[in-house]
């Protein structure tokens, strides 16, 4: 008889266990969801976002609306590629190994499909900087007839047609009436809070560890060589630049923008975050790997009216030099970030 009182007490006592624990993973849960979906953590130290989300306000049913539309293939015209198509995750949304963007029907875009992050801190976006606020930068890769090759006008239809979104827009915004501003506004929800801040660089600068002696090397070569135009800690300093890849350019980059002969052969100066996910380089993809890119900084600049000052009479690096700048920027590789389940394909 004491034996099975012994047995029932263990028993009450390990299911009051798992209730309690049970409850606490809840209670976690519902601690940390907003968190994780809904609110903007700007990393210590860095500028004020440019972009604020004061006409568009963030929430977790935005933010959960936004990323199924960021995957979403019905916004292309035959329904076979998303944003999420050319830009992945575990490329730090980049198109790796692409040199160009694949579109509808297998056409090859016009520039290489850059990496997507930070984009709350800038104002201008695209290769020649197009647009200029994240909550139109979808309407350009939607309509571009060489990649998604659809009307925003369609796409609102198809969606509308498709029992699932009427209820996903209403619990983000109210109505179950879909228009091209909500699309947009919920899929700058998403593409805002892709922010990539937790990289080696980033926790050494934290004091939280140390780097080695050649990712140190690679720092110091890097700041007095490279930072000019690569900044942290966005690691762009946002401007267009002609980085020296042509004397004719077949593609006239800022220029098709501004209408400037002064802007001939100029393109975003991209930022380094995840550069070692994110190859091939340059608007057209023409570089594999790093090496190439340095290669063609230390000794293949190519001199034109419009190349930037910033590239004239560059010293030459070294094979060592060039190895530390390697290990440097590959400590920009932001594994939380390419790894965050936030971000991952819903369906």
Known sequence: MKRNKHILFISAAVTVAFIFLNACKKEDAATKQPLAFSHLDVPSGWPAPHYDYSTNKLTEAGFILGRKLFYETKLSKDNSISCGSCHQQASGFSNQGHSLST????????????????????????????????????????????????????????LQNDAQYPPLFNAAFGTSTINSQLLLKAMAQFTGMLVSSHSKYDAYTNGEI????????????????????????????????????????????????????????????????????????????????????????????????????????????????????????????????????RFKNPN
């Not at 201008?124 to 090759?149: A, D, K």
């Not at 946002?238 to 002064?262: C, H, K, V, W």
């Not at 290990?327 to 594994?335: I, R």
């Open 103 to 158: 579109g509808v029907d297998g056409q090859l875009g016009k520039r290489n499909a850059p990496a997507i992050s930070n984009l709350i801190w800038q104002t201008n976006f695209m290769w020649t900087g197009g647009v200029n606020n994240i909550e139109v930068m979808p309407l350009s890769p939607i309509s571009n007839h060489l990649e998604m090759n659809e009307t925003i006008a369609n796409a609102v239809s198809k």
């Open 210 to 341: 140390d780097l080695t002696t050649n990712e140190t090397n690679g720092l110091n070569l890097f700041n007095q060589k490279c930072a000019s135009c690569h900044p942290a800690p966005l690691f762009t300093n946002l401007q267009y630049i002609n980085f020296g890849l042509d004397s004719i350019f077949n593609d006239p980059g800022r220029s098709e923008i501004t209408g400037m002969a002064a802007d001939s052969g100029k393109f975003k100066v991209p930022s380094l975050r995840n550069v070692a996910l994110s190859y091939p380089y340059m608007h057209d993809g023409r570089f594999a790997t790093l090496e190439q890119v340095l290669d063609h900084y230390s000794h293949g600049i190519v001199h034109s009216a419009t190349l930037s000052p910033l590239l004239n009479n560059i010293t030459p690096l070294s094979v060592t030099e060039k190895q530390d700048i390697i290990s440097f920027l590959n400590t920009l590789t932001d594994e939380t970030f390419i790894n965050d389940e």
